[in-house]
């Protein structure tokens, strides 16, 4: 948290307030450049903040649609999520628009200890973890409309790494300079030889837009502690777009059929987490929200109830498998709009201060 006056609970709202009011701002971008690339563009991603891909592609906020979850992890098989996805598809499809699905993981360069600790840090098994997906999308929609992609995020210059069709061939952003449009085309196209010109035309301000961006991160030469794992949060549900905020959140979407385990496993890298002195133990909050859109209908409703049982969810969860968490919890329940991005609360619970305890 960077205002130590305000509760965690506090700093969250106004962060929600800010990023929706900058979401909102940027309705007019957004209409002029869906006009301009069509093709809807997901991002299967971890929970980590660092991974805010409008910011590394400098595109407006809502052109990337993300699903988040612990590690990253997700499965095509899982029921809910195989709906989710679907439905993007369907909808996409049946307005003439192709898919681009990115299915990431990520690493730092400089230290393995900056990277996904949802894999404990094992590069290799996020990244076969993604392929693995990659394929389950290829196997489901075949090779067309939706097109499934590899991507690694490099969070120390936030560099987008292209894995190209056979998986074998890598393409390092931040090894690339500047490129014209003609050479940009010619890489993708040899990256992805059976991605439509389409795709590849809508895929081009995303790469250009990253090679831009490494480029200011380098110039910024910004303390790469910065990075390192300081999240106070843990958030379950969705809508968390607007969560983006760096050593944060620990993200749990509600996709995985044993959400339990995933919560619990959230829980105990936060618990970790005030152990090892990296947070501040009065400024703990569980965050739980669902998403909505259409405020008039029944939808608004059962998103609402849906938050009101994850939360209770995951407390019953913390209470039975990580207790020691629960006297640090603040507890802030709502649901968010996604046409807005504005979180709704629905109940708010500030904790009482916990006392750190003393060192012999």
Not at 12 to 34: I, K, P, T, V
Not at 46 to 74: E, S, Y
Not at 111 to 129: E, I, W
Request: charged residues 25%.
């Amino acid at each position: 948290m960077t205002d130590t006056n305000n509760t965690g609970i506090d700093y969250l709202l106004d962060l929600n307030a800010r990023h929706s009011q900058a979401f909102m701002d940027l309705s007019s971008e957004r209409r002029r450049y869906r006009g301009e690339h069509p093709t809807e563009i997901a991002a299967l991603k971890c929970m980590d903040g660092r991974l805010h891909l409008p910011v590394m592609t400098q595109t407006a906020l809502g052109i990337i649609q993300p699903f988040r979850n612990l590690g990253g992890k997700f499965d095509l098989g899982w029921p809910f999520f195989q709906t989710i996805i679907d439905q993007w598809v369907q909808y996409s499809i049946g307005r003439g628009r192709h898919c681009l699905v990115f299915v990431t993981y990520h690493y730092a360069r400089g230290d393995a200890h900056r990277g996904c600790r949802g894999f404990n840090y094992d590069t290799g098994a996020a990244r076969d973890a993604a392929i693995k997906l990659k394929n389950q999308f290829l196997n489901v929609y075949g090779k067309g409309a939706v097109v499934p992609i590899v991507c690694g995020i490099e969070t120390d210059l936030e560099a987008l790494i292209l894995h190209g069709e056979d998986d074998g061939t890598v393409v390092d952003l931040a090894k690339i300079k500047q490129s014209s449009q003609i050479e940009l085309e010619e890489l993708l196209s040899s990256l992805y030889p059976s991605m439509t010109e389409r795709i590849i035309r809508d895929m081009i301000p995303l790469v250009r837009g990253n090679i831009r961006h490494i480029a200011e991160v380098r110039a910024s030469n910004r303390p790469i502690a910065d990075a390192e794992h300081k999240e106070w949060v843990l958030g379950i549900g969705r809508g968390f777009d607007w969560l983006h905020a760096i050593n944060t959140a620990f993200i749990v979407g509600p996709f995985d059929p044993h959400l339990s385990v995933a919560i619990e496993t959230a829980a105990k890298l936060l618990k970790g987490n005030i152990d090892d002195g990296r947070v501040d133990p009065n400024g703990i909050v569980l965050l739980t929200s669902a998403a909505f859109r259409d405020e008039a209908g029944p939808e608004y409703h059962l998103a609402r109830e849906k938050a009101l049982f994850l939360s209770k969810f995951a407390q019953d969860i913390i209470k039975a498998k990580v207790p020691d968490l629960l006297p640090h919890l603040q507890v802030l329940t709502g649901f968010t709009d996604m046409d807005t991005r504005k979180f709704e609360v629905i109940e708010r619970l500030d904790a009482a201060p916990v006392k750190k305890k003393k060192i012999a």
